[in-house]
C-alpha cells in the first residue's frame, strides 16, 4: 500500500470507531483487517499506528474537529508530524485508494492558528479534566497525560503451577522473542514489542497468560493461601481469578463471580486451560449465594466497574467514551457493590478494593464513604504478609509521596503498568 492509501484506510477504521461507539476499539480494527485479507503485515502496523495516534489525540482536537476521523487525522499530520501544506494537498489527491481532494473548510482548519487550552494541550477530555485535577498536582497529571500518548507494554503471567518464570522467560528469548523479567511481579514477563501469543503452545496449553504486572500486583496484593476460602467478586474473564489460583497452589476454595456469564464462560475456558480444579463460578446477583456465605471468606477482592482512566494507553478509545454522568453512574454501582460484599468477609478477613481508574472520585473517597458507613472494617495496619511480600512494604516501594493516598495507586509514567489502585480493609 501507499502511505496514502495507509492514511486513507485509518481514517476509514477511526471513523467506524467513532460511528460504533458500543464496541472496542481492538475489536473494530481486527475485523476491519479480516474484512480486508489483501493488507500485509507491514501496512497492518501503520495502519494501527495511525489509528491509535488519533484515537489518543481526540480530546486535543475535538473542539475543532469534532469525531470526524478525516479532518482529526490531517490535523494530526500538521500539527503533530509538522507535515506542510502542500504535501497533505498532495496526498489528498482523489486518486484510488488515496484520500479525497481537500475541501475549503478542511483548507481553512488546517491553515487556522491551534491554540489548544490546558486539557487540550494534554489530551484529556475537557469534561473530565476536573476529576484529575482533584486527585492529583498538575506534575503528576502532565506526566501522566505523556505517558497516555504512548503504547502499553505486552506483559505475560508465568502461571506457577506449570513453570518457573526464569524457565519460560528463556524459552522465549531462545524462540526469538524480546522479552525482560517484569520490575515488580515475580511471576511477571514483559515483551518490548508486540508480538501475537494466541496460537503460541504455552498459551494454548494454560502456562502463560497475558496479563498487565499492575493486574499481577494486584492478585498478589490479596495474600490468597491455599487453606482459605477467596472470592473474586467482579471476576470478569478471570485474569485474576488464574493468578489467585496460583497463589493458592490449586487449593482452598476460590470463587468467581460476575453478573455477565458470557464473561464467567470465557474465565471457565481459561480456568480449564491452565488445569485449576479449586474455582467454583457463581452469578453476582445470586441472592442465595450471598446469604449462603455470610462472613465465609477470608479473602474477597472487589475489581469494580470504573472508569477506566488508568489504561488510557491501551483503551485510548475510553478518552471521549467517557464522560462525567458515566463517572457518577459508576461510583454509585461501586458503593452498591462494596455494600453487597462486605458482609461476605469473616472477621479479620480483607475486603480489598480494587479500580483500574486513577481518579480520587473512584479511590480514595470512596473508600472513605465506605469506612463511614462499615465502621467494622478499618483499613489493613501493612503487617499482613501476600505471598511472601507485606503489603506495607509493596506499599512504601511503589507509592507516590506526592499524592498522599490511602491506598496504592499505581501510575503509567512510573511503574509501566496500567494505574491500578487498591485498598486493603480488615473486618476488624
Not at 117 to 129: G, Q, R
Not at 171 to 199: M, N, V, W
Not at 356 to 372: M, Y
Not at 375 to 390: D, L, M, R
Request: proline residues 5%.
Amino acid at each position: 500500500m501507499t502511505p496514502s492509501a495507509q492514511i486513507q484506510s485509518a481514517m476509514d477504521v477511526c471513523q467506524q470507531i467513532f460511528d460504533q461507539a458500543n464496541i472496542p476499539a481492538d475489536k473494530i480494527i481486527n475485523t476491519y483487517f479480516r474484512n480486508n485479507r489483501y493488507i500485509g503485515a507491514k501496512d497492518k502496523r501503520a495502519i494501527a499506528t495511525y489509528v491509535y495516534e488519533a484515537l489518543r489525540l481526540v480530546p486535543r482536537y475535538q473542539r475543532v474537529t469534532g469525531l470526524n476521523a478525516r479532518l482529526l487525522i490531517l490535523m494530526i499530520l500538521i500539527h503533530e508530524k509538522k507535515q506542510n501544506i502542500n504535501d497533505v494537498h498532495d496526498m489528498c489527491s482523489g486518486d484510488r485508494y488515496a484520500p479525497d481532494i481537500l475541501s475549503r473548510h478542511e483548507i481553512q482548519q488546517l491553515e487556522a492558528p491551534f491554540q489548544p487550552d490546558e486539557a487540550e494541550t494534554l489530551a484529556i477530555p475537557a469534561a473530565l479534566y476536573p476529576f484529575f485535577v482533584e486527585s492529583m498536582p498538575l506534575q503528576i497529571i502532565q506526566e501522566l497525560a505523556k505517558a497516555y500518548e504512548t503504547e502499553a507494554s505486552i506483559d505475560l503471567r508465568v502461571n506457577s503451577l506449570k513453570a518457573s518464570r526464569d524457565t519460560i522467560l528463556q524459552t522465549l528469548i531462545c524462540e526469538g522473542f524480546e522479552a525482560t523479567k517484569t520490575p515488580y511481579s515475580p511471576f511477571g514477563i514483559r515483551l518490548k514489542r508486540r508480538q501475537s501469543l494466541d496460537h503460541h503452545p504455552l498459551f494454548t496449553n494454560g502456562t502463560i497468560e497475558v496479563q498487565d504486572e499492575g493486574s499481577q500486583l494486584l492478585a498478589l496484593a490479596c495474600g490468597a493461601e491455599s487453606h482459605m476460602n477467596v472470592l473474586d467478586y467482579c471476576a470478569g474473564a478471570g485474569g485474576k481469578t488464574l493468578a489467585l489460583s496460583a497463589q493458592m497452589k490449586n487449593k482452598g476454595q476460590l470463587f468467581a463471580c460476575d453478573i455477565h456469564e458470557w464473561r464467567l464462560k470465557r474465565a471457565r475456558e481459561r480456568i480449564k486451560r491452565a488445569d485449576i480444579h479449586n474455582v467454583r463460578f457463581y452469578a453476582a446477583d445470586d441472592s442465595k449465594f450471598l446469604k449462603r456465605h455470610v462472613k465465609f471468606f477470608d479473602r474477597v477482592l472487589v475489581d469494580a466497574p470504573c472508569s477506566g482512566t488508568g489504561t488510557w494507553r491501551r483503551n485510548p478509545d475510553m478518552k471521549f467514551k467517557t464522560t462525567p454522568q458515566d463517572i457518577e453512574e459508576l461510583r454509585m454501582l461501586q458503593r452498591s457493590i462494596l455494600t453487597k460484599a462486605a458482609p461476605l468477609v469473616r472477621e479479620w478477613g480483607w475486603l480489598i478494593y480494587a479500580t483500574c481508574s486513577v481518579l480520587k472520585a473512584e479511590n480514595d473517597d470512596q473508600i472513605a464513604w465506605f469506612l463511614e458507613n462499615h465502621p467494622e472494617f478499618k483499613i489493613a495496619s501493612g503487617n499482613h504478609p501476600a505471598e511472601g511480600v507485606y503489603w506495607g512494604d509493596l506499599c512504601h516501594q511503589l507509592s507516590i509521596p506526592d499524592l498522599n493516598m490511602v491506598g496504592l495507586q499505581l501510575l503509567p509514567h512510573v511503574h509501566a503498568t496500567d494505574g491500578f489502585y487498591v485498598t486493603i480493609l480488615v473486618r476488624q
